[in-house]
Each structure stands twice: as structure tokens, then as C-alpha cells.
């Protein structure tokens, strides 16, 4: 008897296995029609606002690390939205965690400008 590998000791099982990722372009064509189908108008207003905003912020970005790493995050967004499993869902603390001041403080206005928007509050700031 000849010894064979199994996958017996490995953690490919439980895995998912990984996303093809998607181009910049069809990705930002993706989010916004994801938008348009699966969120309420407000909702769709600064979605798209905001995903417009971060790739035009993230246009001229060479760093393949942080380019992957960007395209990754907004591919796992939109399979969210899309499969309704982001309804009452709350950040991940170790991504909170990893966060430089600058996203920190951009997450911080988001919640202001989502907290405005359900207060009836237009767009002045406090």
C-alpha cells in the first residue's frame, strides 16, 4: 500500500472558497445598480454618494495590497446587500480596530450623515 494525501489536518474544508475579484469598473457599475435594486431611495442617495466618493479617493491608489484589499471589502458589501444579510448587522471590532484615524473619522461622519437623514434633519452640520 502506497501512502496517499488526504485532507485529513487541513482547513480547506472550511474555508470559503475565494471570490474572483472584480475589476474596479464593473465592480463601481455592480454597487450602484445594486443600490438601485435593493435599497430605499434615501438610503440609494448616500450609498451612492459615498461609494462614488471612495473610488474617486482611491483612483490613483498603486499600492496592489491596498487596491485588493479595497476591492475585496466593497465586493463582500455588495454580496451583502444583495443578499439582505447586512440588515441590522454591526462592524466587526478587529476591522474597527485596524482603522487609521482618517477612516475612523470617515465612518464617523457617515453615521452622522445616516443619523441626520433618520432624525429628518437636512445637511447642516452640528
Given amino acids: 500500500m502506497l501512502a496517499t494525501p488526504t485532507a485529513a489536518g487541513s ?8 471570490l474572483a475579484l472584480l475589476p474596479p469598473i464593473p465592480l463601481y457599475r455592480r454597487l450602484l445598480r445594486t443600490h438601485r435594486k435593493f435599497l430605499p431611495g434615501e438610503m440609494r442617495l ?11 479617493a482611491h483612483r490613483n ?10 476591492l475585496t471589502e466593497w465586493q463582500m458589501y455588495a454580496q451583502k446587500i444583495e443578499g439582505d444579510s447586512w440588515l441590522g448587522e454591526k462592524l466587526d471590532s478587529g476591522k474597527i480596530d485596524k482603522m487609521s484615524d482618517q477612516q475612523l473619522g470617515q465612518l464617523y461622519e457617515l453615521m452622522q450623515a445616516i443619523q441626520r437623514k433618520e432624525h429628518g434633519g437636512g445637511d447642516e452640520d452640528t
Avoid at 46 to 51: F, S
Avoid at 61 to 70: A, K, L, R, S
Fill in 46 to 56: 448616500l450609498g451612492d454618494e459615498y461609494v462614488k466618493s471612495e473610488f474617486r
Fill in 61 to 70: 491608489v498603486e499600492n496592489p495590497v491596498h487596491i485588493i484589499g479595497f
Fill in 11 to 18: 482547513t480547506a474544508g472550511l474555508k470559503p472558497a475565494p
